[in-house]
């Protein structure tokens, strides 16, 4: 199973960017999908964005599209979530996710691994 742990995140001001970042360790990830969620207090968890590690294929919510980027770095096996222009409504725990194989997934329910999560706070 893959281990994963977030951080980067924190508070900053409407308009501002964090980097979030997720160091995955475990397993060789050629064969996996990692994905970013995000749960707000009272919500459901969504799906914020995701990457094939295979080919760095890439897909956002249209929420976050032209906003947010998330990446990859295979020397390092971490995933990145550049996050610019951030809103309020973007406030919410973040969470990093892998599932194996090689099919983008936007559901929580197919993931088999996740890390901690990690606090963004984005004041008005």
């Known amino acids: 199973q893959v281990q994963l742990v977030e951080s980067g995140g924190g508070l900053v001001q409407a308009g501002g960017s964090l980097r979030l970042s997720c160091a995955a360790s475990?397993?060789?990830?050629?064969?996996?999908?990692m994905d970013w969620f995000r749960q707000a207090p009272g919500k459901e968890r969504e799906f914020v964005a995701a990457i094939r590690w295979s080919d760095s294929s890439t897909y956002h919510a249209n929420s976050v599209k032209g906003r947010f980027t998330i990446s990859r770095d295979n020397a390092k096996n971490t995933v990145y979530l550049q996050m610019n222009s951030l809103k309020p409504e973007d406030t919410a725990v973040y969470y990093c996710?892998?599932?194996?194989?090689?099919?983008?997934?936007?559901?929580?329910?197919?993931?088999?691994?996740w890390g901690q999560g990690t606090q963004v706070t984005v004041s008005s």
């Open positions: 996710a892998a599932r194996r194989g090689l099919t983008i997934s936007t559901s929580t329910s197919l993931m088999d691994s």
């Open positions: 475990g397993r060789t990830l050629s064969s996996y999908v």
